[in-house]
């Protein structure tokens, strides 16, 4: 199994630009979590989803950010715009069932110029 | 009060140490806990699930406190591999469904 797979690895932006992150979740895990991991905060839960269908998303920060997952394959996360404080490692993981460790994506590490 | 919360370190300890971490948390209905071993600049990796009988998996060891609310992690015979950041994840409950919030982790340092 492949894992969790994230794209991009890096991303550097300006402030204003619009970033949209990837996912692409274990085959056959039914839940598909977005992460925000800071220096200030650690991880933060962004938004989860089941079955496709998102659950809670009351981590998002605000308006600009949004998560869409199409199929059982695939999640993106966009912010837009972008600004500064937005800068931080965004972790995908998925997971078989809600009790169950997850398993994460290597990462996406966003600097906002 | 943070809903889990760890102790950040750095615990500094030579080989062949015993050390152990600590994480509490707040939500005295929570079901789940975990322990996550994360690498600089890496994503964090599931190291054991702990149950309530407590559970080791070679030289490391997981209980679970229920009535002082809170899990611990024992490592026996540090390795100098075992130098990471340890993160604590307990469940929430939310409307029905489980999320895990995830403590901002406890570094360990082993040296020769």
């Known amino acids: 199994d492949a894992g969790v797979i994230q794209s991009p690895r890096h991303e550097v932006t300006e402030m204003g630009q619009e970033v949209t992150l990837r996912c692409k979740p274990i085959s056959g895990h039914d839940y598909l979590f977005w992460y925000r991991q800071t220096m200030m905060r650690g991880l933060e839960l962004l938004i989860y989803?089941?079955?496709?269908?998102?659950?809670?998303d009351s981590g998002m920060p605000e308006d600009r950010f949004s998560a869409k997952m199409p199929n059982a394959s695939f999640s993106t996360l966009k912010i837009q715009p972008s600004e500064p404080r937005d800068s931080a490692v965004y972790f995908c993981?998925?997971?078989?069932?809600?009790?169950?460790?997850?398993?994460f994506g290597s990462g996406t590490r966003l600097t906002v110029v | 009060r943070k809903e889990v919360e760890q102790d950040p370190g750095p615990f500094n300890v030579p080989e062949g140490a015993t050390v152990a971490f600590n994480c509490t948390y707040s939500?005295?209905?929570?079901?789940?806990f975990f322990w996550y071993r994360q690498d600089c600049r890496k994503e964090p990796k599931l190291l054991m699930s702990v149950y309530s009988s407590g559970n080791e998996d070679g030289r490391f060891t997981a209980q679970l406190n229920r009535a002082s609310q809170y899990i611990s992690l024992l490592i026996r015979d540090s390795k100098l591999s075992d130098s990471a950041t340890y993160l604590c994840?307990?469940?929430?409950?939310?409307?029905?469904?489980?999320?895990?919030?995830f403590g901002t982790g406890t570094r360990l340092l082993v040296s020769p």
């Open positions: 993981a998925s997971s078989l069932k809600q009790n169950y460790g997850y398993t």
């Open positions: 989803f089941n079955n496709n269908v998102p659950i809670d």
């Open positions: 939500n005295s209905a929570s079901q789940s």
């Open positions: 994840a307990v469940n929430r409950m939310n409307t029905g469904f489980q999320k895990l919030v």
